[in-house]
């Protein structure tokens, strides 16, 4: 083989690949060999994420996805996190995208502050974002759907539908353009403060006399306050009644002897207990009420000794 410079070219580059493909393999080594731990997600749908996106927390980079597979009816997502990654057992994992041509990615979010740290194998909660197939072919019906209203809004249509109206309007031109004249007039005095609503606008008597009966109310207010205030500090008369307990105390004592004696009276006893229960001494009022009304009737025609010997002889 000829020492030549296109023998020595050729070997150069061979080298070179060669140191290309260590480093290659040395940095994807080292890659795997770097700390960290595995979370698992199971999501409805992982629409276009791709193994290698990323994982992100606050906008933050502090992961990769590693694996997608199918687990049952979901896809199950395994991101290797960064060592020093702080991810909650309660954390939330969601499928988001950059835009609507960009990538897409997971985002975690914080977790609650009480909360334990995730370690290897956790698997997180998810919440599934609208799919954006989905909310464009919505799009795309809804617009289907207002196109064809529109088409169906043919020239016969609409004069079917305004027609009622457009008679109308020709047929009370005329009343119409005297409720607008009128309209107009009407603005027109209240514009330039005339009438009771003109004036109510424009004059600042009213607003007077309402700022001084507002600040007489508050004035009263002010008033009344200072007088429970008053109440509640047990001051005057009111204020002792309300917050001092000799008078309920007396009050209440009253109440008990009052029923104490009503109970006596009830009971017979005593002289008004007696004369209220003792039928005797409503006998004695009848035959005395019944004696002088005899004794009335005999004095009509007596004289005044008469008078005297028949009383005597009616009572004894």
Known sequence: ???????????????????????????????????????????????????????????????????????????EVTMKLHSDAVVKTDSKAVVKFTGLMGQNFVSVDFGSADATRAIDGTVLTTEDQPDLNAVMAKLDSAAAGIQNLTKSF???????????????????????????????????????????????????????????????????????????????????????LVTDETLY????????????????????QGTVGKLVNDQEFYKNAKLSLQKLDKMADGLEDQGPLSVIGIMANNLF
């Not at 979370?39 to 502090?62: H, P, Y």
């Not at 009052?258 to 009971?267: A, S």
């Open 154 to 240: 043919t020239p016969d249509t609409i004069d079917n539908l305004l027609g009622p109206l457009t008679d109308f309007i020709k047929q009370n031109s005329g009343h119409i353009a005297g409720a607008i004249s009128n309209i107009e007039s009407i603005s027109g005095q209240i514009a330039s403060g005339q009438g009771t609503v003109g004036k109510l606008i424009y004059e600042d008597s009213l607003y007077a006399s309402a700022l001084t009966t507002v600040t007489n109310l508050q004035d009263t207010v002010a008033e009344v306050r200072q007088v429970v205030s008053g109440v509640s500090a047990g001051r005057g008369t009111i204020g002792k």
């Open 249 to 268: 105390n007396a009050t209440t004592a009253s109440m008990t002897n009052l029923n104490q004696v009503l109970q006596k009276v009830n009971q017979g």
């Open 1 to 75: 083989m000829k020492n030549s410079l296109e023998t020595r070219l050729g070997v150069f580059v061979v080298l070179v690949a060669m140191a290309a493909v260590f480093i290659v393999e040395t940095l994807g080594g080292m890659a795997s060999l770097r700390g960290g731990y595995r979370v698992r997600a199971l999501f409805n749908t992982v629409q276009d994420l791709k193994v290698g996106n990323s994982v992100k927390m606050a906008g933050v980079e502090i992961g990769r996805v590693e694996k997608i597979a199918l687990t049952g009816n979901k896809g």
